[in-house]
Nanobody, 121 residues
Framework: QVQLVESGGGLVQAGGSLRLSCLAS????????LSWYRQAPGKQRELVAS???????NYADSVKGRFTISRDSAKNTMYLHMNSLKPEDTAVYFC???????????????WGQGTQVTVSS
């Protein structure tokens, strides 16, 4: 059974920083692509940042220059360093991962349960 668990969310003032973590556990053979999404109340879930197998990264325009995505493959963990936070960054942040549970399986998308980030003005 594969689980993705996010942590590190909380309440922070505008201009502050947080670091989110996403730990993948269980029967994991390899992880390909990892992403952070967020969903604010009344809005659709949107891509925040993603990181591929070669550590190539992609960011939403709204977070470029403020957020940094990274991964520690040895720990099956992904991070999102968030600086200069704004009230509009308030949302539930979710991680997902394309991974294989064994050598013969196909890559399948898994999601975490989300962690709340609230930025006060």
């Amino acid at each position: 059974q594969v689980q993705l668990v996010e942590s590190g969310g909380g309440l922070v003032q505008a201009g502050g920083s947080l670091r989110l973590s996403c730990l993948a556990s269980g029967s994991i053979f390899s992880i390909n692509h990892l992403s952070w999404y967020r969903q604010a109340p009344g809005k659709q879930r949107e891509l925040v940042a993603s990181i591929g197998n070669g550590d190539n990264t992609n960011y939403a325009d709204s977070v470029k220059g403020r957020f940094t995505i990274s991964r520690d493959s040895a720990k099956n963990t992904m991070y999102l360093h968030m600086n200069s936070l704004k009230p509009e960054d308030t949302a539930v942040y979710f991680c997902n991962a394309f991974l294989k549970v064994n050598e013969r399986s196909i890559y399948t998308l898994y999601w975490g349960q989300g962690t709340q980030v609230t930025v006060s003005s």
